[in-house]
């Protein structure tokens, strides 16, 4: 029983870190890294996100545009960045 309980244990945990990624393999494929940033920046994320989606997309052999991100981040952050939610 203990084993049981170890093993499932074990294999709950990688499900809730496998799940925990930031960007899915059709995502990683598609190479919208313009759409992502947009996204990112609307909703506020710092630009290290993007070392945390090139670590998601890693396994699937795919890496980041940072001129695309980073250019539709800011683009993103004008509209995150506003006087509602305290930006002066």
Known sequence: MKRFLITGGGIAAAALLGSCSTMSKDECLAGAWGEKGYADGAA?????????????????????????????????????????????
């Open 44 to 88: 506020g994320y710092p630009m290290s996100r993007l070392d945390d989606h090139a670590k998601a997309c890693e396994k699937y052999q795919v890496g980041p545009n940072p001129a695309a991100y980073g250019s539709a981040r800011e683009d993103g952050l004008r509209t995150y960045c506003t006087f509602q939610r305290g930006w002066t």
